[in-house]
């Protein structure tokens, strides 16, 4: 769990950090999750995909089993972010196949230079963020679960 000492540095800097002011930059940046869908605040699933999102949301919470709110919050938390990274794979797998013409005539480095250079390396960085938030999530539901545990063994030993 957050220790005091992380949450109040987190206040600290929460109070230099204030973000777009005017009405413009913030429109600006309501939309800039919304260009690949990978950090937005909400789960993006294409109509097209809504079915397999949706066996996919059912499969993970049978398996996680999630008992109370809580656990539920972090259960979806766990299916976003993977949802998450199943579409950088996804993506990184259609740069792939856009390079692959090209490297039967080029090497392999020629072949992500420029543009598709700076997208494998954005997509690359969202993919250890979301990693990381993903086993950060696993982690506090294991944590949360084990810590309901010990409150159970303790009432049934003490009770």
Known sequence: MTSLKQIE???????RSTGPISSGGKAIV??????HGILSTRTYVEDEERELY?????RLFENLRPHGSFESFLVDRIISTAWRLRRIVHVEALLFKKAKDF???????EAFEGSSSTTM???????RSLESSLYRAIRELKEFRTHEEMEIFGATIMG
Request: aromatic share 12%; proline share 0%; hydrophobic share 30%.
């Open 9 to 15: 540095a987190n206040r600290k800097n929460a109070k």
């Open 30 to 35: 309501a939309s800039n999750a919304i260009k």
């Open 54 to 58: 949706e066996d996919f949301c059912e």
């Open 103 to 109: 490297l039967f005539n080029n090497s392999y480095c």
């Open 121 to 127: 390396s954005t997509l690359s960085h969202y993919e």
